[in-house]
């Protein structure tokens, strides 16, 4: 007999060792996310797959599912909630869609239109960050990044570790392992996984802005619920 | 940048580092090949200290905090020898660097100051001493003086509640600074007397010991406990235990006994006893009394804990403010090694155990309980993903039993009284005593034990407080309440604590109370979880609006939807409490902020007129039309 969860009253197969965000994946289920991706140690931090097991809240990507929970996903309250995180992640950093390259194919963006973000709520931070385009092939803009750390992880698969956040609080910051902290000077390279794993416009590769217009790119075709979790992670200009 | 660092770098004062707590590193190439010596001196200084620390990656912080003390920051050469030769990224240590307020990746002054700047320190006269203390020493707060000598910031709550306003100076704690004080201070530093020759009246600490109980009356003898334990048995003692009713005293109130069971039952052949010592709540400074008077009985209570659920290594996580407190500490771990209760054959058993102490440096969030493990094994204190708990995978992944300082003691104590005596104290769900930490508006600040489900009312009268408008019970990610609810009692049915409480009279702005306190959390907050990264920046945001005067209506339910989230969505206790000083106090005087707001029902966020003053500028004028009259009132 397998056992079940269930989701929003529906019940949801799982085995031992799978998250809430495994099993919903497996059948169908969109769960909203940023930092989570199925190739890589879950992290946790994002907040925005927040779902209520047995009337408490926890990080679906993080929280192991176990026979007869019961998961709230879609509920006004937990859309509600979900909005105002992505409206933080918004406001911390500086994102402007219309001048963005990754605009169509960033997880960001997808993730407020599916939550109907109509705007930014919260106060600008107006954060004041530098931009990295040292490396011949791959720029970061950090005023792009959400600290999802899956640079990070995809980099220490790659065996590099260029990656990693540094700082304490709303002074969280990406920083590159490298000795003068400029991309150009650390080990990555343009087949590296990390150069392809933002969900963001943060990390960018260089020489292939635009090649799919504004309008044909992965959410300009579908809602981010519709996007399986592995398209997301390869989301981008190619 | 780097060019200016080294033109007007003092002699002595290494400023190749040119890392901050906000910025990214720029070049340093100034500095490499000018000093050629020092480096060598430092690649000596480092590769000694890693030696020291058996080379092991996870002795960084506190390989760290000895850089620091040395060079007054961990300049960019010392990160690139560690990373080299613990085998780790670069970036590992750079992001710890940057995690931990007492480190620094810029020169701090040769002399470093460090004031409290908790609530209660503020209440005695913090402010003005702050005030006096930079027109004295002729230095900005947060900055370092021109000639490198002195630099002066503020740093959360020191744990010297009862005898503030408190600091830290080289690390050294300093009690009950007054003008007099700052007078002598600013002259030692002048004439460059190293802090070790100071007068120990700087650096007296009193206990304060007011009303003893249960845990502070009687001491048991050194081994006591480890003998009654093993002549009853072990599984008994943990039975006893049980009995006893014991809960964690940091605040949760985890039944410990069950804790320890479920660490013992775990499959792994190695495990671990930590403790707890990262006292950082603002106004709780009883563990710092228990170190100070009754360490034998911590570690016994650890060592006890260590017999039973079979672990032979132990730590002690000390706060970076309780450095003082580490070579009285160390001095009785020895004597506890030479008496046989601790290494091996501990009491004449088949048990060996040991303690090592590791030393924090500015974080409360390394309070929690995974966020110190992961500071033990020398990384940022970011709190893990729970499941699995501590008691499963804790320190490297091995169970691992976390307790508070009280909470050893208090074991340590009944395994020598038995868990009857314990139990026939305290309430239903809250056996035993708790020791409280009692500072404000009284004229007894101090250390008070009673048994638990004491009334608040009761607690005043004998700390000497009168004409009380509230009291903040747990510190700021508890509760605050006034002064119609004092016949509430201490007990985790009602009001659970660690042991803070903070007095208010009459004579306290309230709204001051929870500016600092919400300032205290999104300082502290360690940034990992949105919610609390974000949220407790921009609570502090809209507070700040209200507190000045620029909100209306909407701000206040704006204030109190954003706490919910911030409550709700956050990924530990840190960001879980750190609206509660705002929501409990919102519901109990929403009085107070509705005076503050303005009587429209909208206003932005920032400041209308002020952001007009580049047009003014450029249009070079200055007269009444062209500045917004920001009118409604």
Known sequence: ?238 | MAAQHCAGSAPGIDTGAVYSKDKRPVDTSCFFGTRKYQRDDMKKFIETLVEEHGGRASELLQILIKVQARWHHVPRDCIEQLAEQLHIPRTRVISVVEFYTFLHAQPRGEYEILISDSITDRMLGKPQLMDFLAAKLQVQVGAVRQDGLVSLDNTSCTGMCDQGPAGLINGRAVTALDTRKVVAIAELIASKVPVEEWSGDFFLVHDNIRKAGLLLGDTIGNGVALHSAFARGLDETLRELDISGLRGRGGAGFKTALKWRFAKQEQDSERFVVCNADEGEPGTFKDRVLLNSHAHELFEGMTLCAAIIGAKQGFLYLRGEYQYLYEPLQQVLQQRRQSGLLGGNIAGQDVTFDIEIHVGAGAYICGEESALIESLEGKCGIPRNRPPYPVSQGYLGKPTVVNNVETFVAAAKVAVHGGDWFAARGTEQSKGSKILSISGDCRHPGIYEYNFGVSVAGILDDCGADDVFGVQIGGPSGTFIGNAEFDRKLAFEDLATGGSFIVFDNSRNVLDIVQNFTDFFAHESCGFCTPCRVGTALLKKQFDKIQQGHGSAGDLLELERLGRLIKTTSHCGLGQTAANPILTTLQRYPELYQRQLKKISFEPGFDLDGSLETARKLSRRNDPAAHLTQGGE
């Open chain 1, 1 to 238: 007999m397998s056992k079940t969860i269930s989701i929003d009253g529906r019940q949801v197969e799982f085995v031992d060792g799978q998250t809430i965000m495994e099993a919903a994946a497996a059948a169908g289920v969109y769960i909203p996310h940023l930092c989570h991706h199925p190739d890589f140690t879950p992290h946790g931090s994002c907040k925005l797959c927040t779902v209520k097991v047995n009337g408490r809240n926890c990080s679906a990507c993080t929280f192991p599912a176990q026979e007869g929970q019961e998961v709230l996903n879609e509920t006004d309250e937990l859309r509600e909630d979900r909005r105002m995180i992505t409206q933080m992640l918004f406001v911390e950093g500086n994102h402007f869609c219309p001048s963005c390259e990754k605009s169509g194919n960033c997880q960001l963006q997808a993730v407020a239109y599916y939550l109907q973000m109509l705007d930014d709520h919260f106060p600008l931070f107006f954060a004041s960050r530098e931009l990295d385009a040292s490396h011949p092939e791959v720029m970061i803009d950090h005023d792009r990044c959400i600290f999802c750390t899956l640079c990070v992880r995809a980099s220490h698969l790659d065996g590099k570790e260029v990656f990693a956040i540094s700082g304490r609080g709303i002074n969280k910051h990406l920083i590159v392992n490298s000795p003068s902290g400029k991309l150009q000077d650390s080990a990555l390279e343009a087949g590296d996984r990390a150069v392809d794993i933002c969900p963001t416009g943060a990390i960018l590769r260089k020489g292939i802005g635009y090649r799919v217009p504004i309008g044909k790119r992965i959410f300009d075709l579908k809602k981010i619920d519709a996007v399986s979790l592995a398209e997301q992670g390869g989301a981008h200009g190619e």
